[in-house]
């Protein structure tokens, strides 16, 4: 059997708030349990289409919408609204279902004020409805979830005293340079109140991250207290909140970013020769700067001028604080977390559960993943030479690991991710949030077998 290693800086996983009511999984979570959770219950239908879009699938609520009436249209169209990161207020309709009698609307409606909430930077407000998320989700029993937004309304309650971001001025459209490290991951330079800083652009973290030591130095304001966040791992990490006045990127001004605070040790990984992260750049920053480009063969990131209305469909679509891509997995359509800050593509149990013939072909071995605050080792079939495609673009990855299901492990939340070794078998992958949508350049050339060979 082979041993794979994977890094994932893609820690933070589901900070902002999700916008769907989860179910009971059936599941421990890596994470304490809520106290005096009742008993579980099987999901609704209605329930089971917002499970499916806080993994990416839009398919589910899609169908029902036609068919919708009343308050059941109200929030299935809110849902879709966040999918689309819409930078336009929840309807305030969802304010009176919030505080209905039917438990399944009341719970998605909490939710959607939730996440819209933390979108504007309404930070008490996402607070105050993110909990009464958890404690109507510890009524039912649902103590996975309870969990997931016990955490998310405390890392809102954190940033309640504290502006939004926004933007200084205009957005600048201008290049600077980029690197790949050591093990894969795209990086840039940033100045956090008037100081350079080099960070990892990580479209999985839902917020962007320093290290102790580096707010410490860079002079960010570091709140009182303190939560856990979901690290990449199934895991979860003691995290600080810290707001930087003041954020350049690429020319661009930044004001009243938060930024998670995490222990130097837990960001330092054990990999040959040393590696650690001291800041990240997560997907509220890139959000805000709407259209951006990453060229990792010319070593160039880019903010970009809105593009011209497109007649492409979006393939980009937001879930349970994450960002899904619609790919093509040998043909068939998956949403896979587009992660930036892993530097390997995988699959997820979910998908293994769903293809048992591809991987009853497939030869299987362990891997060892490391994010923020621990690791992880799991059994894994590896598939040569997958055949992927994004957005009309198609290539093979020499090596994709499907993660096979632990008994009595965690349930996966989400078929896999796209990582930066995807992204860089192009020669460039452009981020439009405004369009909602993902488009990879031309294919890195492959240098010719010399003559005779």
Sequence with gaps: MRTFIYLTAALLAGTLPGAGPAHAQGHGSAA?????????????AFEAAFDAADKGDLGPLLSALPAARGD????????????????????????????????????????????????????RDAA????????????????????????QWQTAALLGEHPPQTIEGAISTHSIAARTDRVGLQRIDIAVNGQAQEAVFDTGASLSVLST????????????????????????????????????????????????????????????????IRAIIGLPVMRALGRVRMEPSAGRFSVLAPGEAQRAQPNLF???GQVFVAVAVDGREVPLHLDTGANRSSLS????????????ALATGQAHMMSAGGAAS?????????????????????????????????TPRMYGAIGSDSLRAFESYTLDFRAMRLDLGPPVATAAAPAGH
């Design 32 to 44: 304490t349990p809520a106290a005096h959770a009742g008993p579980a219950r099987a999901p609704t």
């Design 72 to 123: 059941a249209a109200i929030v299935i169209r809110g849902r879709l609204a966040i999918a689309r990161l819409d930078a336009a207020p929840a309807d305030p309709a969802l304010t009176r279902i919030a505080s209905g009698r039917d438990p399944a609307l009341r719970e998605a409606a909490q939710s959607l004020l939730a996440a819209d909430a933390f979108l504007r930077g309404a930070y």
């Design 128 to 151: 105050r409805w993110g909990r009464a998320l958890a404690e109507a989700q510890t009524a039912r029993g649902d103590a996975e979830g309870a969990v997931r937004s016990e955490q």
């Design 213 to 276: 030591e580096t707010a410490r130095r860079l002079g960010v304001t570091v709140i009182e207290g303190g939560t856990r966040v979901g690290n990449g791992v199934e895991g979860s990490v003691a995290v600080r909140l810290g707001v930087a006045d003041r954020l350049e990127i690429a020319g661009t001004i930044l004001r009243n970013v938060p930024f998670l605070i995490i222990d130097d040790s837990q960001l330092t990984f054990p990999v040959p020769g040393g590696y650690d």
């Design 318 to 320: 937001a879930g349970a």
């Design 349 to 360: 149990p979910l998908y293994a559960e769903a293809n048992p013939d591809r991987i009853a």
């Design 378 to 410: 799991a059994q894994v079939a590896t598939w040569r030479n997958a055949p992927l495609a994004i957005g009309g673009r198609a290539w093979q990855l020499p090596s994709l690991q499907i993660a096979l299901a632990a008994p009595g492990g965690p």
